[in-house]
């Protein structure tokens, strides 16, 4: 009887925790999206909606006139360039670093091991400190301010972590599948597209969000391997515009809203497999 009380009186408080919590949540919530829709609503103002009006009010009359701005100041071409050295790189990255953890997982000896070992190296590499050879390479190699030298270092700079989360996540693949498929007489690549890649997608999927994010967000590459606009991607382009219409906030804001578009969308339709990959053979 007393243990059927106690379940009561839990199940009857806990409504209230719920409430608390929801509403802490909630708070929170706002905290952190506010400046995202701070940035939006005053992408939609007039620069004298922005000077007279309340900032932290959506705007009464809203336009796209800042957008149409920003087009037209070839800001689509720097998009366009973002989008190629991000959408290669995962590419690359990606496919590489899925062979490599296959490699790693399935063969015992000493060579593969090193191997590995000299790509866990990498993690411990800050791009600072490599930034000076990098930038020689590439003009020796006649890549500077072109779109492959920055595709190059930035699928360098994103194997490591890569293959990491990938061999642990492969090497969690049961034995037995594996043996299975080769008693039925399939190949590596045979059970590398039909047993690996189908188990081990949340991990593809959270690693290419991932590696997409940082390469998309990369200022110091483009900065230092490109001069010209016609290399010029998205975070250089934020700077230019940033310069150029300094008193007119609602453009620039603008400019920042298009360039957190592609990591925002890449958030909402992978945010559930992005921790599940992350966290892959790390809990053992």
């Known amino acids: 009887m007393p243990t059927s009380s106690s379940g009561l009186h839990r199940r009857a408080r806990s409504p209230w925790y719920n409430y608390l919590f929801t509403a802490l949540g909630a708070v929170w919530l706002l905290i952190a999206f506010y400046p995202v829709l701070y940035m939006l609503m005053t992408s939609l103002r007039s620069q004298q909606g922005f000077l ?3 900032p932290w009010l959506p705007p009464l009359h809203p336009i796209l006139e800042n957008y149409l701005t920003v087009l037209q100041a070839g800001f689509a071409h720097y998009f366009w360039n973002s989008v190629v050295v991000s959408v290669v790189t995962v590419v690359l990255v990606v496919g590489c ?3 490599l953890a296959y490699v790693i997982v399935r063969t015992r000896n000493r060579v593969v091991n090193v191997v590995f070992s000299v790509f866990l190296v990498g ?3 800050p791009i600072q400190a490599a930034i000076i050879p990098i930038y020689v390479l590439i003009t020796k ?5 072109k779109l492959i030298g920055l595709i190059l270092p930035s699928v360098a700079f994103g194997l490591p972590l890569t293959v990491l989360i990938l061999v642990n996540f492969v ?3 049961p034995n037995e599948l594996y043996e299975s498929m080769g008693l039925d007489g399939a190949g590596e690549f045979t059970v590398l597209r ?3 890649i189908p188990l081990a997608m949340p991990a593809l999927v959270s690693v290419s969000i ?3 994010i940082q390469v998309w967000n990369n200022f110091l590459f483009p900065l230092v391997l490109t001069q010209s ?3 010029r991607v998205v975070p250089l382009a934020i700077t230019s515009f940033q310069g150029q219409y300094t008193m007119n906030v609602p453009v620039t804001m603008a400019v920042v809203v298009l360039s957190a578009l592609p990591l925002i969308l890449a958030y909402i339709f992978g945010r559930r497999y992005l921790l599940r990959g992350l966290l892959a053979g790390f809990g053992k």
């Not at 190699?141 to 301010?145: L, P, T």
């Open 194 to 196: 039909h047993l690996v």
């Open 229 to 231: 606009s016609a290399s």
């Open 210 to 212: 991932y590696d997409f």
């Open 141 to 145: 190699m006649g890549m500077y301010d």
């Open 123 to 125: 993690l411990s590499l």
């Open 97 to 99: 670093s899925l062979l």
């Open 171 to 173: 090497r969690d693949i």
């Open 52 to 54: 007279l009006g309340t």
